[in-house]
């Protein structure tokens, strides 16, 4: 148990479908990140929020669209996704600023599988 | 961030001391040197970080070379549970900021019983 948690674990949707993935962190982390792990490729950082403010997106395609309400919450909102979006979705928090500094604390994924 | 090389995959026995090299040639004087590991069906998780002298913590060890441009991730007594993928990721810290990791593709810690 990391302190970061993620639901679903396991998603399997529609290329028509529109679900979220939902991260929470309850470890006063003030930055949060999405990670896409497909099979055979190393992690991906895809977005990176800092106070609630995103701060990084890696050219992620419109269909990934995330949302940090709060700085315990995260989301990733998906929509018309396709077969090579599935993936391992690893969220991931930690806490940064001035002289703060705590390593990254990721949850344990949602296994996403297009069909 | 600068470029880290790791071998592909290493073995190692049980209960053996295991090292783990990383080169990191083009490093920044701003760049800490970490270390995550990622067990079978789970996200990785934090193993240890340092800047220039050798840190020890409860699950490793981490030498770093003097002139930094190399370093090794010393495993004292390998167990099974310490099978995993090992990656070593150079991170500047000026403390402005968030910044994500980037990941290469690691080492495959292989452990023999």
């Known amino acids: 148990e990391t302190g970061v948690t993620q639901t679903p674990r396991h998603l399997v949707m529609g290329m028509t479908n529109k679900k979220s993935l939902k991260c929470e962190q309850h470890?006063?982390?003030?930055?949060m990140y999405w990670y896409k792990q497909s099979a055979k490729k190393p992690l991906e950082l895809m977005f990176v929020?800092?106070?609630?403010?995103?701060?990084e997106n890696n050219s992620v395609p419109s269909r990934f669209s995330p949302e940090c309400p709060n700085s315990s919450h995260l989301f990733l909102h998906l929509h018309t996704l396709q077969p090579e979006d599935s993936a391992l979705y690893l969220c991931?928090?930690?806490?940064?600023?001035?002289?703060?500094?705590?390593?990254?604390?990721f949850g344990q994924g949602t296994r996403l599988t297009v069909v | 961030d600068a470029k880290t090389t790791q071998p592909n995959s290493m073995e190692s026995n049980e209960e053996e001391p295991v090292h783990l090299p990383c080169n990191h040639s083009?490093?920044?004087?701003?760049?800490?040197i970490h270390w995550y590991r990622q067990l079978p069906s789970q996200g990785p998780e934090y193993v240890i970080h340092?800047?220039?002298s050798n840190v020890n913590n409860r699950m490793a060890s981490l030498a770093i070379a003097e002139d930094r441009k190399s370093s090794t991730l010393i495993l004292h007594r390998a167990t099974l549970r310490d099978a995993a993928v090992y990656y070593c990721?150079?991170?500047?810290?000026?403390?402005?900021?968030?910044?994500?990791?980037?990941f290469g593709k690691g080492t495959h810690l292989i452990i023999q019983p």
């Open positions: 991931a928090s930690s806490l940064s600023g001035g002289q703060s500094y705590t390593e990254a604390f």
């Open positions: 470890l006063g982390h003030n930055a």
């Open positions: 929020y800092n106070f609630k403010e995103q701060t």
């Open positions: 083009t490093i920044s004087g701003t760049d800490y």
């Open positions: 340092g800047l220039t």
């Open positions: 990721i150079l991170m500047s810290w000026s403390g402005g900021g968030a910044d994500g990791l980037t």
